[in-house]
């Protein structure tokens, strides 16, 4: 089978291979920054914590993040709006405010569920009393899941009765 040659300009060669590094840069810098379906690798607070409780275990660090990120929205809408810099800088600052907030509440839910370092919480709060068991697939296993790390009480096993 014959693979297909590209017939590029000589000039194209340097750019091509420029991004082709930089596009495996930037894969091996990927940070996923999305909630984990695996089991935590921390102890676990609340496995399902509400709003109240994840704004009670804000700290101070969240709160400054937040205050950081309002700001800089601010200073940026600021920068940007030329003819109506006031109104521009405080929209900017109120869709700052907002992905602040949501930034936070994820923080502090992944803290409480154990998807973060939380050793604070588990002094303050202490753990629940059922942690998830992390087990391995079973090797050779037709249909291994992804992770590897996945136990029944973070994804049960289906109940087929229900599909009848």
């Known amino acids: 089978m014959m693979e297909r040659m590209e017939v590029l300009p000589e000039w194209a060669l340097p750019i091509r291979r420029t991004f082709f590094l930089a596009m495996k840069n930037i894969q091996k810098h990927t940070i996923i920054t999305t909630m984990p379906f695996g089991d935590p690798k921390f102890t676990v607070v609340n496995p399902s914590p509400d709003v109240d409780q994840t704004i009670r275990s804000l700290r101070t660090s969240d709160y400054l993040a937040a205050a950081f990120m309002t700001g800089a929205s601010w ?18 600052m109120a869709l700052g405010m907002t ?7 994820q923080n502090g839910r992944a803290r409480l569920r154990g998807y973060r370092e939380n050793e604070k919480e588990v002094k303050k709060y202490g753990a629940w009393p059922v942690q998830p068991e992390i087990k391995a697939n079973e090797p050779g296993s037709r249909f291994p899941t992804a ?18």
Do not use: E, F, Q
């Not at 200073?75 to 900017?92: C, E, L």
């Not at 992905?99 to 509440?105: E, I, N, P, T």
């Open 75 to 92: 200073s940026y809408g600021y920068m940007v709006g030329k003819p109506t810099r006031m109104a521009t800088a405080s929209t900017a």
């Open 99 to 105: 992905c602040a907030g949501m930034m936070v509440l």
């Open 147 to 164: 992770t590897g790390l996945t136990s029944p009480s973070v994804k049960p096993p289906l109940n087929w009765r229900n599909y009848d």
